[in-house]
Nanobody, 126 residues
Framework: QVQLVESGGGLVQAGGSLRLSCAAA????????MGWFRQAPGKERESVSA????????YYRDSVKGRFTISRDNAKKTLYLQMNSLKPEDTAVYYC???????????????????WGQGTQVTVSS
């Protein structure tokens, strides 16, 4: 059974930083792409960032470019999202997701993903 468990969310002031982690279990030795998504109250879920299975190729939505950094440690089966210069509009529940694939490019579309975590709340105060 595949499990994705996010951690690292919390309350931070604008301009502050948080580091999200997503521990993956049950994916075995297959290659898989991973991504971070978020959903704010009353809004649709949106892609934040994605990373290919090798970690070489990444994607960021325009609003987080230069502020967020996605990375992964395949030995630890863990995905990270370093978030700097946080803004109130970054407030949302953040979800990590995974999909088994041999395709070594980041996958931004949520419908491509097979597995999802339970989410972690990020709140940025002004």
């Amino acid at each position: 059974q595949v499990q994705l468990v996010e951690s690292g969310g919390g309350l931070v002031q604008a301009g502050g930083s948080l580091r999200l982690s997503c521990a993956a279990a049950g994916l075995g030795d297959t290659t898989y792409g991973m991504g971070w998504f978020r959903q704010a109250p009353g809004k649709e879920r949106e892609s934040v960032s994605a990373i290919s299975w090798s970690g070489v190729n990444t994607y960021y939505r325009d609003s987080v470019k230069g502020r967020f950094t996605i990375s992964r440690d395949n030995a630890k089966k863990t995905l990270y999202l370093q978030m700097n210069s946080l803004k109130p509009e970054d407030t949302a529940v953040y979800y990590c997701a995974a999909v088994r694939t041999d395709y070594d490019f980041p996958i931004g579309a949520s419908y491509e993903y097979d597995y999802w975590g339970q989410g972690t709340q990020v709140t940025v105060s002004s």
